[in-house]
């Protein structure tokens, strides 16, 4: 069942992102679609609660319970990134905003690129290890937790995986030449728009 929850919440998260940016653009209602986006960390939650209560109410412990956290991390680490860039496009697509500007190719530009994306992962994989954790001394019983120490165990190794590729592509990314368009007068523009929409 909580394999079900997860692509249930998964499946959540994107219709309430979707109606959010269609009130929000599409309807020209701000206030409605801004409570909507709002209102898409609540998916999380609602799935933390059941983890928890599945946990509580003596359910054996297995990976469907670690890969709630691990979603949970990678919502918390990623999901502001991904409501932001989704949002800018719907103001581009339906409100005449600038076009969202593209990651660098190349250069400082793309090497700042990488390294944000290597820190929302860290942040990801900090929230989701302390839900693991968490979910591990609620438990009480080591052996019962096993799974989730061994995810717990797999991400840090991808994590650090993720580290090397990340200062690899950066030491590249700093030797080129090619800035790319990165975050320059659109990325600019965009962002100024979404503020002074939000306002």
Same mark, same amino acid.
């Given at each position: 069942m909580l394999v079900a929850m997860i692509v249930g919440a998964?499946?959540?998260?994107?219709?309430?992102?979707? $109606?959010? #940016?269609? !009130?929000?653009?599409? $309807?020209? &209602? *701000?206030?409605?679609?801004?409570?909507l986006l709002l209102a898409v960390p609540l998916v999380d #939650?609602?799935?933390?609660?059941?983890?928890? /209560?599945? #946990?509580?109410?003596?359910?054996?412990?297995?990976?469907?319970h670690g890969l709630a956290a691990v979603y949970l991390g990678v919502s918390v680490g990623f999901g502001h990134r991904i409501i932001g860039r989704m949002?800018?496009?719907a103001a581009y697509?339906?409100?005449g905003a600038p076009r969202p500007a593209? *990651?660098?190719?190349?250069? *400082? !530009?793309?090497?700042?690129?990488e390294a944000a994306q290597?820190?929302?992962?860290? +942040?990801?994989?900090?929230?989701?290890?302390? #839900?693991? &954790?968490?979910?591990?001394?609620?438990?009480?019983?080591?052996?019962?937790?096993? *799974?989730?120490?061994?995810? +717990?165990g797999l991400w840090a190794v991808v994590l650090v995986?993720?580290?090397?590729?990340?200062?690899?592509?950066?030491?590249? +990314? /700093?030797a080129s030449r090619d800035e790319g368009s990165g975050s320059g007068a659109a990325g600019g523009k965009s962002a100024r728009y979404v503020a002074k929409s939000d306002s």
């Open positions: 998964e499946a959540a998260f994107w219709v309430v992102l979707a $109606l959010g #940016l269609l !009130a929000r653009y599409a $309807l020209r &209602m *701000p206030r409605l679609g801004g409570a #939650l609602f799935l933390l609660a059941v983890a928890f /209560l599945d #946990l509580r109410g003596g359910g054996e412990v297995g990976v469907a949002d800018a496009w697509r339906f409100d593209k *990651p660098a190719k190349g250069g *400082p !530009a793309r090497a700042r690129h290597f820190g929302r992962h860290v +942040a990801a994989w900090a929230v989701g290890s302390a #839900l693991l &954790m968490l979910g591990v001394w609620y438990v009480g019983d080591a052996e019962r937790t096993r *799974p989730l120490l061994h995810l +717990a995986v993720d580290g090397v590729v990340t200062a690899y592509d950066a030491v590249r +990314a /700093l």
